[in-house]
């Protein structure tokens, strides 16, 4: 089943009551009470309607991606609890409007224990097999990205090919330099850079909607999700989510060119930029030969590292653009 991805950009109240989501508006709650103030001895459709507006529930067992987006926002300590129990992501959001942070449970899986164990056992040849495997994907995915928009991908298909163990020659990175020189050429000076200019803010939103994705579902594989197996850094709890992340990488490239091609740049993301990026869990891929939601491929992507750990197959499940 797919999950939703809620997200809250407005002053609410959020908390849990038989298994639901209670969303509480105190904006609509305070038009509800001048309302009744103004029409004590007659309450008409517009009060009635404003009652309906100001309660919202959603079953919680029914949320996969909870996105939080303004200081005004009130979680009990209960709805974190129950998001925890059903492996919900809640993204925090900072001053900018961007993913700033996220939570996931420490318990995902029944056999946890188990299948860390297999992770952390994972030989240095496996993790190298398992990143080859990893970047010729994300580099097949990035020239059938740019196929899509009748642009010439022919100088990353050899690239793909001859990917070695490990990477070992970064075709990753040489990949890259071509890749985004060329699907936002029609971007004038356009250079990926976390902390660079539009449509930068978009791929960085669009990633931590993606990333997220991934995280909840390595968790819920029963695996850490801070243990990679190519990125290393002492200060980042998601490197397995950002190594198996980079095949699904082109599909949000896909989204943000159409999204400058329809709706432009601006310096700050709009309302409907936001509203086509948090979709992404819910697009089509085509993974194993068949098309599936983006968010359950992920958890397909995670299953299959386990039995790679395991030694009961060699190669990681991705989709393919």
């Known amino acids: 089943m797919i999950k939703r991805t809620l997200y809250f950009g407005n002053p609410s109240y959020l908390s849990i009551k038989n298994a639901q989501l ?15 103030s103004s029409r004590a001895e007659s309450r008409d459709e517009n009060t009635l309607n404003f009652k309906r507006e100001a309660l919202t529930t959603i079953p919680v067992e029914d949320i996969g991606i909870v996105v939080i987006d303004h200081p005004q926002i009130t979680l009990t300590s209960g709805l974190l609890q129950a998001l925890q129990e059903n492996n919900v992501a809640v993204i ?3 001053y900018r409007h961007m993913p700033q942070s996220m939570l996931l449970p420490l318990e995902g899986n029944s056999i946890q224990q188990e299948r860390y164990e297999a992770q952390l056992s994972a030989s240095e040849p496996l993790k190298k097999q398992l990143w080859q495997q990893t970047v010729s994907q994300k580099i097949k995915n990035q020239a059938a990205a740019l196929e899509s928009k ?19 020659d970064n075709c990753e990175a040489t990949a890259a330099v071509y890749y985004w020189q060329t699907i936002f050429r029609h971007v004038n000076g356009f250079v990926r850079h976390r902390e660079g200019p539009p449509p930068n803010n978009y791929l960085n939103y669009g990633y931590a909607i993606l990333r997220a994705t991934m995280a909840r579902s390595i968790v819920a594989a029963g695996l850490l999700p801070t243990l990679g197996i190519f990125h290393k850094n002492r200060y980042n709890a998601y490197c ?14 896909q989204i943000v060119h159409q999204m400058v ?11 409907d930029h936001k509203a086509a990026l948090l979709k992404i869990p819910a697009i089509d891929v085509t993974i194993d030969g068949e098309k599936s939601p983006l968010m359950i491929a992920t958890q397909r992507t995670a299953v299959s590292v386990v039995k790679c750990f395991n030694g009961e197959q060699r190669k990681i499940l991705y989709p393919e653009l």
């Not at 397995?240 to 490239?253: Q, S, T």
């Not at 091609?261 to 309302?271: A, F, N, P, Y």
């Open 22 to 36: 209670n969303i509480r508006l105190p904006e609509v709650e305070k038009n509800v009470s001048l309302s009744e």
């Open 92 to 94: 925090i959001c900072d």
């Open 150 to 168: 009748s642009l010439v991908a022919d100088y990353l298909i050899p690239l793909h090919r001859n990917v070695k163990s490990g990477d070992a």
């Open 240 to 253: 397995l989510a950002d190594d198996l992340m980079e095949p699904y990488r082109p599909y949000v490239d």
């Open 261 to 271: 091609e329809e709706m432009g740049i601006t310096d700050e993301m709009t309302k």
